[in-house]
């Protein structure tokens, strides 16, 4: 992370609360949290972009944890109009591949929030061209899981377009067998994501 993302935690049909509005890597223990209400106006400290999450949690009720981030990978492969392809492990869980909001400017309004949620549908994360992405889970631990998964399946894909080669995409039974989350997938990447975070309570996903 660098000065801007942000990331949130859904704490009942009605509410959830969101990172302070300052950059997350200057998050301290001392800093609370904001809680916004699922309908209505964004609370005066919350940052604008926060009604995406204000949108995906009035839609989307499986929706537990949201993280929106702008990692290196996933920006220079959104430049170009294209998002990572379900062709290693951790790609599996976008395929075919995520969806891409192809405007650039910033998400600050109900009609441009509207539009973004309606494309990331039932997907795991949607690509923000030239602007990061947003990933979804079960729970915050899940949310950011997927937020390292993508800017991995990024990764892989920039590797494969710089070699010139056709590379190959899992099939529908590969990704069904692969995308899962049993066997503490989510919570080891979790324990090695916030190894040595003093703000690492010791929660693991439920």
Known sequence: MHAYGHCS???DSGWFIVSPPKALGLVTPGDA??????????????LPEVIIHQQIYRRRQDVHGIARFQSPNIMALSAMGLTPKARHGFGAYFAPSPPLYANPRL????????????QLG?????VMRGNGAVSVGSSIE?????????EDAARVELAVLAAGVTGL???PAEVESRAITTGRLIERMWDWLTA???????RTPN
């Not at 949290?33 to 400290?45: E, F, I, K, Q, R």
């Not at 998400?107 to 309606?118: E, N, P, Q, Y």
């Not at 899940?142 to 993508?150: D, H, I, K, Q, S």
């Open 9 to 11: 935690l859904r704490i």
């Open 169 to 171: 995409d899992f099939t």
């Open 196 to 202: 040595g975070d003093p703000e690492n309570d010791g």
């Open 33 to 46: 949290a904001v809680s916004v209400p699922t309908s209505g106006p964004l609370p005066a400290d919350a």
């Open 142 to 150: 899940e949310a950011v899981t997927m937020a390292w998964y993508l």
């Open 122 to 126: 039932n997907a795991r994360a949607i």
């Open 107 to 118: 998400v600050r309004d109900d009609s441009a929030a509207t539009a973004l949620v309606g």
